[in-house]
């Protein structure tokens, strides 16, 4: 590496798709799994990353004309993507004195 290189810590790359191989079949999984309500908060935390960073390189592979995500694919992750944000929104808001008051998150007096 050239001396004159500097990195920024605040970049990262991935280097391959954050959950792989993962089929129609395992995302039908984890999204019964989402609707069980049968996790910790970090597991929750964590699955979203996941998927949310996955999304985040399937949208690049659908974008790149020499990427192999179809847009049915693409569409079935971003579903799974949005359930799991819900999920999160749904269980820790209220959690910090938010309430849903018809889409908008209203804090909740003391």
Request: charged share 30%; hydrophobic share 35%.
């Amino acid at each position: 590496m050239n001396d004159d290189f500097e990195v920024n810590e605040k970049i990262y790359v991935m280097s391959e798709a954050p959950l792989g191989d993962w089929d129609a079949e395992r995302i039908q999984e984890c999204r019964d799994w989402l609707f069980t309500g049968e996790y910790t908060d970090q597991e929750l935390a964590d699955i979203f990353v996941l998927i949310k960073n996955h999304v985040g390189w399937l949208h690049h592979e659908l974008n790149d004309p020499d990427g192999t995500i179809t847009i049915d694919e693409f569409k079935n992750w971003d579903m799974l993507c949005q359930q799991a944000e819900y999920r999160i929104v749904h269980r820790f808001l209220p959690k910090y004195g938010y309430r849903n008051g018809n889409g908008w998150w209203i804090k909740e007096s003391r």
